[in-house]
C-alpha cells in the first residue's frame, strides 16, 4: 500500500469509530431521567424565561415568568404566576392535575436543576419531579456519594456505578410518576447546586459506561466501609441471584474512619434483644455476624443503631454491653473507600469495578 492509501484507510477507520462511539454515546444522553426532588404542601419555584405548561382539560401555556408558587388548599392547588414584567395570576387547579415548567435555572425551594420540571397534585400531595439527561443527572449525584476530591479513578467509578444503579431504576418504574427519589432511598442527588468540575468531568469521561452481568444491568450496591471483606447478597437478603455480589477480600479500607469503632449499649437494651447467658455466635463467610444467640445479625444491626454486623468484640458489664467493630454499611457490592485506595494505587476505575463486583463487564449503554 503506497503511504497516501495508507493514510486514507487508516483515516476512514478513525472516523468510522468515531461515529459508532458517539452514536452510542448519543444514544446514551438520549435518555431522559424523572427524579423525585419535592413531596410537600407548597413549594416556590424561580427562574429566567420559565414557561409553564397546565395540561389539565383546557391546555394553558404561560411565557417569560420568573416566579411561580404553588400550595395546597384541601385537593386543590392554588397557583400563582408572576411574569417578568411583574404581572400576578392566580389558578385554582383540581387535584390530579399536572404542570410543566421549562427554563433556565429553574430553581425549586433554593436548589437549582438542569432540565426542566413536572409538578403533579395528587391525593394531598404536591409532587416535583425533575426530568432531565441521565448524564446532566450524575453531575448532581457523584459529589453527593462520594467527596469531589477524590482520586480520579474512584470518582469515575462511582459515575459507572450511578449511571447503572440509574438506568436499573428506569427499567423497574414503567408506569409510575417517576423513577427514583433524590434522597438515601434511591441515590442523593443535589442538583446543580452539588456539583464539582472534578465530579463532572469523571461523569464525561466515562459517558454511557454501563455495568452489565449476563447482557442485563447489574444490580448495583455499593457502601461505605466494608471492613475487610465484602458481603455477599446472599448473608444480607437471602438471595442467590446476584452472582457478581459474592463478597471479595478487601485489603484496601483500613484508612477509612469506619476501619474500627466501639458503641456501648445499656445492659437492658440488650437484655431486651439477646436472650441467654451464654454468647452463641454463627458466623457468615465473610466474618460478619450471621446470628446471635438465634437473633438475625442484620436485626441486631438496626436494633443497637450499629455501623456494621462485622463485631469482632464483645464485653458484657454489669451495667453496659461494649461491641467492637469493623467497618459501615451493609458490605455488599463495591466497598468505597476501598475503592479510594485502590485508585490511589493506580487501579484504574474497570479495575476498581471488576474487583469488588466479579464476573461483570463494563459496555457503553445501547438499549433496554
Ligand atoms: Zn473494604
Known amino acids: 500500500m503506497s503511504r497516501k492509501i495508507k493514510k486514507l484507510f ?28 419535592y413531596k410537600g404542601k407548597e413549594f416556590s419555584i424561580t427562574g429566567r424565561s420559565l414557561t409553564l405548561y397546565i395540561k389539565n382539560n383546557e391546555q394553558i401555556r404561560l411565557e417569560s415568568l420568573s416566579k411561580i408558587t404553588g400550595r395546597l388548599e384541601g385537593l386543590n392547588l392554588i397557583l400563582e404566576v408572576s411574569s417578568e414584567s411583574q404581572n400576578t ?11 410543566e415548567v421549562l427554563g433556565k435555572d429553574i430553581t425549586v425551594n433554593s436548589t437549582t436543576y ?22 446532566e443527572y450524575l453531575y448532581g449525584v457523584v459529589p453527593a456519594e462520594v467527596p469531589y476530591y477524590w482520586p480520579i479513578e474512584a470518582l469515575k467509578a462511582q459515575a459507572v456505578l450511578a449511571r447503572t444503579y440509574a438506568l436499573k431504576c428506569i ?18 442527588y443535589k442538583g446543580k447546586n452539588g456539583e464539582y468540575s472534578t465530579t463532572t468531568e469523571a461523569v464525561n469521561s466515562t459517558m454511557g459506561e454501563v455495568i452489565f452481568y449476563n447482557n442485563n444491568i447489574a444490580s448495583i450496591y455499593f457502601h461505605s466501609t466494608c471492613g475487610g471483606h465484602t458481603e455477599s447478597a446472599k448473608n444480607v437478603w437471602n438471595t442467590s441471584t446476584f452472582p457478581y455480589l459474592v463478597g471479595v477480600e478487601c485489603p484496601y479500607c483500613s484508612e477509612s474512619p469506619w476501619s474500627g469503632w466501639e458503641r456501648s449499649i445499656k445492659r437492658e437494651e440488650w437484655d431486651k434483644i439477646i436472650k441467654g447467658g451464654e454468647i452463641e455466635i454463627e458466623y457468615d463467610s465473610s466474618g460478619r455476624i450471621l446470628r446471635l444467640n438465634g437473633v438475625d445479625g442484620t436485626k441486631i444491626r438496626s436494633a443497637f443503631n450499629l455501623p456494621s454486623t462485622l463485631i469482632i468484640g464483645i464485653e458484657i458489664r454489669d451495667k453496659e454491653v ?13 466497598c468505597q473507600w476501598g475503592m479510594k485506595k485502590m485508585a490511589e494505587l493506580g487501579f484504574s476505575y474497570k479495575d476498581i469495578i471488576l474487583y469488588y463486583l466479579p464476573g461483570v463487564t463494563i459496555d457503553a449503554y445501547r438499549r433496554f
Not at 90 to 95: D, G, S, T, V
Not at 114 to 135: A, M, P, Q, V, W
Open 10 to 37: 487508516y483515516s476512514i477507520i478513525i472516523t468510522l469509530i468515531f461515529f459508532f462511539t458517539s452514536k452510542s454515546l448519543a444514544l446514551a444522553l438520549d435518555i431522559s431521567i424523572r427524579v423525585l426532588v
Open 89 to 99: 395570576q392566580r389558578f385554582e387547579l383540581e387535584n390530579r392535575s399536572v404542570i
Open 114 to 135: 438542569r432540565g426542566g420540571l413536572k409538578i403533579i397534585n395528587r391525593n394531598d400531595n404536591i409532587l416535583i419531579i425533575n426530568i432531565l439527561s441521565i448524564e
Open 171 to 188: 427499567t423497574n418504574s414503567a408506569g409510575k410518576d417517576y423513577d427514583l427519589e433524590n434522597t438515601q432511598n434511591s441515590q442523593v
Open 322 to 334: 461494649i461491641i467492637k467493630g469493623k467497618g459501615y454499611g451493609h458490605g455488599v457490592g463495591v
